[in-house]
């Protein structure tokens, strides 16, 4: 199969910065990143409690609780 030099641009000829920008994720703001690491602080805190706890009734209200956050976390993240 022939190939013709021409028929493609280097890389480097191709990209430019509208096009590179547009792969690479932005980054969080600060604030953003910080709700996020206290969401995930308290999803874990509710599934430690999960864990550890005895009474029945009492762990029935915490799954409860733990389905509603892991919910909203899969609702946000379909929206993404």
């Known amino acids: 199969m022939p190939t013709n030099p021409q028929r493609f641009t280097?890389?480097?000829?191709?990209?430019t910065p509208e096009t590179t920008t547009s792969f690479v994720?932005?980054?969080?703001?600060t604030e953003a990143?910080?709700?996020?690491?206290?969401?995930n602080a308290k999803l874990r805190e509710l599934c430690r409690c999960v864990s550890e706890e005895?009474?029945?009734?009492?762990?029935?209200?915490?799954?409860?609780?733990?389905?509603?956050?892991?919910?909203e976390r899969e609702l946000l993240a379909s929206l993404l």
């Not at 990143?33 to 969401?39: G, K």
Request: net charge negative.
């Open 54 to 71: 005895m009474d029945s009734d009492r762990m029935k209200i915490l799954l409860d609780e733990l389905y509603l956050v892991l919910d």
């Open 10 to 15: 280097p890389f480097s000829q191709q990209s």
């Open 33 to 39: 990143y910080r709700e996020q690491i206290a969401q």
């Open 25 to 29: 994720a932005r980054p969080q703001s």
